[in-house]
């Protein structure tokens, strides 16, 4: 096993082949599901169910989605659904990182009496099934009038992004040596500047990676907007849902179109921060 | 509350170099980080109220039907308990939890260790690993549905099944929702094994390989107990996530057929928003809580246990 941690050292034999054998077999299970879907959503309505692989190929669904005629054939409007998933998602990440951001500098900066308890009460709602909080949700945001309100969507979405956002940055926070602030501290700074100007900027990629993963978990989840929307602020991810239901005419075209359309904000963001995605779907405990 | 002085790092008493530091009294300091946590506690607060309420319906008879609710003390509690669908949620629950996670882990280590060979294969799909993880479970449960339908689904088709296997049967609909499980989620046990494989320091590797060591003996006894924290956090994620899948169930199948797939998250849904019988769900949601709680406090002092020792292995 030595050899084979060690880079740079290539042999073809045997096993490597059938190393490679073997995750040639997981990656043609893991691509297939999204190369069908690609495939779906090129189809025409009268190909949709009638062949596998061979069609000619067509790009109006994404556009029929988008569009009123989309909206009247399948009762789904989805471009609205796009405008609410981008306001509540981009809602609610700067909500938590207004917040989030000075209580994971105090937790990762300083220790105090509190603040472990403040740290784990946070990693629990990420552990806490969501239906605990969402049923009386549900009732009071009828009472209330936040039901089906961006608001309303933005409060709730703290519970996923609010976590993330804490428990990433506090690790970044830790790893920042208090040094750095104290000789900013003796140059005269006052300890807002001296946040502000040497410990935010050094922890600026951990901002970026934690607002852009809460981004992606906001935006992808569904219990929320499922249970606390209705037409007005509802998401991505129950409109997709919502063109598989419905009587009349399936479309399936549409629905693979519609899918594609909302799994490529997270996947494009999750690119651009592969770099720290270790780091941040594991709250900080892995550090890669 | 301000009784114990943060133990911050004291700027050094001695003259400063470069001017001087502003003089904060010292009150202030000590409460600053409280000060800087209040948002957060506020935010806290607004989200353990509904839970309290939550726990406080599960004691009421409440529901749409019956909006001025009552105390029942454990009525709730004693009908839900003595309900058989209520066994079987716990059943499925459990053995979707278990078999999903175990199958994730050991596939996970699996990918990890292949990827972790650097062939030019392994780099190629290093980047693409990770896709299924982004895209929202709903969707890819939606992508899974299609592939599922029995009469266009591409699956039964490519694999030659006919146009009569139902993979959404009431024999299968459990097997067929944890392979979108597995389909989703083994990237994330694999991307956290393989980091903590780069990670992991040479020299035992080179020092048991000049011993003669076998490559299986050097996994058992070097790697895995150095690689035992990276895979707990794995398994505490998925273990969690799993005691309260919903959403890829709900879509696949909506608990059914009959009750074949009915999660504790999936039960409670039914009960509470689509009965409106809010008691009976949150009794549900009550139960299910108490059960994650227990596995997390348990796994979390395992971890901290296996976190200690590979540091020792590793020191």
């Not at chain 1, 609610?92 to 220790?111: D, F, M, T």
């Not at chain 1, 100007?197 to 929320?224: E, S």
Request: aromatic share 14%; charged share 15%.
């Amino acid at each position: 096993m030595a050899t084979e941690i060690k880079p740079g050292r290539k042999r073809l034999t045997l096993g490597s082949v059938g190393a490679d054998l073997l995750l040639v077999f997981w990656f043609v299970f893991s691509l297939f599901p999204i190369a069908w879907m690609v495939l779906l959503a090129l189809k025409t309505d009268t190909e949709q169910t009638t062949t596998y692989f061979a069609f000619s190929p067509t790009f109006d669904n994404f556009g029929t989605v988008m569009s009123q005629r989309g909206t009247d054939l399948t009762s789904v409007d989805f471009a609205g659904a796009l405008v609410s998933s981008v306001l509540n998602c981009g809602g609610a990440v700067l909500v938590s990182l207004l917040i989030g951001i000075p209580a994971a500098y105090a937790a990762g900066r300083w220790k105090y009496r509190g603040s472990e308890d403040l740290m784990f009460q946070m990693l629990s709602f990420r552990f806490a099934p969501e239906l605990m909080v969402v049923v009386p949700l549900f009732v009071i945001y009828n009472q209330t009038g936040l039901f089906d309100t961006t608001y309303g969507m933005i409060w709730v979405l703290q519970l996923v992004t609010m976590p993330l956002v804490v428990w990433i940055l506090r690790s970044y926070f830790q790893d920042l040596s208090a040094e750095l602030e104290q000789a900013a501290l003796l140059d005269g700074y006052t300890r807002r500047r001296a946040f502000v100007m040497v410990a935010l900027p050094l922890v600026r990629p951990g901002i970026a990676a934690a607002a852009l993963l809460a981004f992606i978990f906001a935006w992808n989840n569904y219990v929320f907007p499922l249970i606390l929307t209705d037409s007005n602020a509802t998401t991505v991810t129950v409109a997709v849902t919502k063109f598989l239901g419905g009587g009349g005419q399936a479309y399936y075209n549409l629905t693979a179109a519609a899918a594609l359309i909302g799994a490529l904000p997270p996947l494009l963001l999750a690119l651009t921060i592969q770099r720290y995605l270790v780091r941040g779907l594991s709250f900080g405990a892995v550090k890669a | 509350m301000t009784t114990t002085a943060p133990s911050r790092q004291a700027p050094p008493a001695g003259p400063a170099q470069h001017g001087t530091p502003p003089v904060v009294p010292r009150w202030r300091r000590r409460l600053r980080p409280y000060l800087l946590s209040v948002p957060a506690v506020a935010i806290i607060i607004g989200i353990l109220y509904p839970f309290f309420l939550g726990v406080y319906y599960a004691f009421l008879n409440y529901s749409a039907v019956n909006p001025n609710p009552v105390l029942v003390g454990f009525d709730n509690f004693r009908s839900v308990l003595s309900d058989p669908e209520f066994w079987t949620s716990v059943r499925v629950t459990a053995t979707y939890a278990f078999v999903a996670t175990g199958l994730e882990t050991v596939l996970g280590i699996g990918i990890a260790l292949l990827l972790n060979r650097s062939s030019i294969v392994g780099r190629i799909f290093e980047k693409v690993l990770i896709l299924p993880l982004m895209i929202a479970p709903v969707i890819a449960a939606v992508i899974w549905k299609l592939m599922f339908n029995p009469q266009f689904g591409v699956l039964n088709h490519v694999l030659g099944l006919g146009s009569t296997f139902d993979w959404l049967s009431r024999d299968r609909a459990l097997w067929s929702t944890i392979l979108v499980d597995l389909w989703i989620y083994t990237p994330f046990v694999a991307i956290l094994v393989l980091a903590g494989l780069r990670s992991l320091p040479k020299e035992p590797f080179e020092a048991s390989e000049v011993d003669g060591a076998g490559w299986f003996y050097m996994f058992r006894r070097l790697m895995l107990p150095m690689m035992w924290p990276y895979i707990l956090v794995a398994v505490i994620f998925r273990l969690m996530d799993c005691l309260k899948i919903f959403d890829i169930v709900y879509v696949l199948t909506a608990g059914g057929p009959g009750d074949a797939t009915r999660t504790l998250q999936v039960g409670a849904f039914e009960d509470s928003i689509t009965n409106l019988n809010y008691s009976r769900g949150s009794t549900y949601m009550f139960l299910l809580w108490i059960l994650v709680f227990a596995v997390a406090r348990y796994l979390v002092s395992v971890l901290g246990k296996a976190q200690r020792r590979a540091a020792g292995a590793e020191g």
